[in-house]
């Protein structure tokens, strides 16, 4: 008989629901001894697969081993598994000899993507592109054909700052999960792996913010759906210090674990439109964000192939400092970046802004490896993959791929974060200023890097504004030798 084996995020009844035979779950401690995760997540994933594990009782064999070689090479008869999400797991499935199933845990399938990469020609895949087909093809917000609300894209109408003076969205708290036994014999595991073995994570762990069972998931969605999703859209960009979560959905941890499946997400937002329960713009949004993007980076990953990850078209080699790698907040002054490590820190999670517009867009400015950056995000993210990572900080943070995902670098200096946050009331820099006491990090950071990379950015029609601004700059020679020498060092 033929055992599936299961990999800690293929956890929801889509990877197992048609299969009847025996099922396995490796529990392997030289992922967690070869890097350091953050505590949150390494907590996270292990509380998944023990639930799991205990849903299915005698059914499925969960073993706690050093490896995943020295458990799968014992089985008995013939082994499967769902395609892994990761270049890394596949050839480790392939050299134990398993069968490989088609990926599931997304709407549109590889063989579809690729079919459409193929007929673009000399076209870039663009991702609204892809969206809209995928809409199509599931017929999702759609009426007789046509987009729900007369467009494909309301991200105009979602991209609004925060309400002046707020401290809060005023949004109701998101659906926390109770922990458990299995939770704290999780938390004992850790302690004593990192006391008496020498596993190192980073960050802090407790209590738990995301849903470790099919259960938990199906409640957050749906505590999400009825008390968050109406208040989603407009400031989905913004940032609030007192109100980390804003109106975001937080799902992305459970989906990512495989116990949700995109397609009934998307499901319920519609269903909340479609009821006059939440408006047009913030449906299309949160839809945009798990049928298309979600979506559009898993296929990516794959398309562009393993090199990808080591694309480095800016040549980007400065290391990354050790206050940032430990998401030691209190060591920078910069408001805005002390704050989003101190988040990170405490729960694994900031949303996508402060990862992309925050601390992407620093590392981008100081011009550390892509390399270093992607292994960053994917290790101190609850929800960090490196299928969701490389794409996402390669190809879209840090512009590695010199512009085959996005159409520039996505990057800024203070005047945005002053915009979209409320970060720069409370700092010591000046986000009007570029040099000295009182400069903004990012501010001289943003001409600092355009500056290094003018000609490499010369022909990109969407920068030939911000290039032709470093001309206008008096004070450009000064700008370039303070940042030059401040380096990596924290501002």
Request: glycine share 10%; charged share 30%; hydrophobic share 40%.
């Amino acid at each position: 008989m033929t055992t599936r084996w299961l990999f800690g995020d293929q956890l929801g009844p889509h990877f197992t629901d048609d299969h009847r035979g025996p099922l396995l779950l490796v529990e392997s401690r030289a992922v967690f001894r070869r890097r350091r995760f953050h505590r949150a997540k390494a907590h996270l994933v292990l509380s998944a697969m023990r639930h799991r594990a205990a849903e299915f009782g005698d059914r499925m064999t969960y073993v706690r081993a050093e490896t995943y070689g020295e458990v799968v090479r014992e089985v008995e008869g013939d082994v499967e598994v769902v395609h892994p999400t990761s270049y890394a797991a596949l050839g480790l499935v392939e050299r134990l000899g398993a069968g490989v199933l088609p990926p599931r845990g997304f709407a549109t399938a590889r063989d579809d993507f690729e079919r459409w990469a193929g007929g673009r020609g000399a076209k870039r895949l663009l991702m609204e592109d892809f969206y809209r087909r995928a809409r199509l093809a599931h017929g999702v917000l759609l009426d007789d054909g046509e987009p729900a609300g007369g467009r494909w894209n309301f991200d105009h109408d979602n991209r609004e700052p925060p309400p002046k003076g707020a401290v809060s969205l005023g949004v109701s708290d998101p659906w926390w999960p109770t922990e458990d036994d299995v939770d704290a014999e999780v938390r004992d595991d850790l302690d004593r792996w990192e006391r008496d073995e020498g596993i190192e994570t980073i960050g802090r762990d407790g209590p738990r913010r995301f849903p470790a069972t099919r259960r938990e998931a199906l409640a957050a969605l749906d505590h999400f759906v009825e008390h968050r999703l109406p208040h989603f859209g407009a400031h989905e960009d913004a940032i609030l210090e007192g109100d980390p979560w804003m109106a975001h959905s937080l799902v992305s941890a459970p989906l990512n674990l495989g116990l949700l499946d995109p397609l009934e997400v998307v499901e319920r937002a519609e269903e909340a439109y479609r009821s006059g329960a939440a408006p047009i713009a913030g449906v299309e949004g949160f839809v945009r964000q798990v049928l298309g993007w979600r979506d559009y980076v898993w296929h990516l990953y794959w398309h562009q192939g393993d090199d990808y990850r080591r694309e480095n078209a800016l040549r980007a080699t400065e290391r990354m400092p050790q206050w940032f790698a430990d998401l030691d907040g209190a060591a920078t002054d910069a408001r805005c970046l002390s704050h989003t490590l101190d988040q990170v820190a405490e729960h694994g999670w900031v949303h996508h802004i402060p990862r992309l517009m925050l601390l992407g867009s620093y590392a981008l400015q100081r011009g550390w490896a892509p390399t270093q950056v992607t292994d960053w995000f994917h290790r101190a993210f609850v929800d960090g993959y490196d299928w969701v990572m490389v794409p996402n900080v390669v190809g879209m943070s840090q512009h590695a791929d010199g512009g085959v995902m996005a159409t520039k670098p996505y990057t800024s200096g203070g005047a945005y974060i002053n915009k979209m946050s409320d970060h720069c009331g409370s700092c010591r820099f000046d986000p009007k200023v570029r040099v000295g006491e009182d400069a903004c990090p990012f501010s001289a950071g943003y001409w600092w890097f355009l500056d290094r990379h003018r000609e490499q950015l010369a022909g990109n029609h969407r920068m030939s504004r911000a290039l032709t601004g470093l001309d206008r700059l008096s004070d450009l020679a000064e700008v370039v030798a303070q940042e030059d020498a401040r380096g990596n060092r924290a501002p």
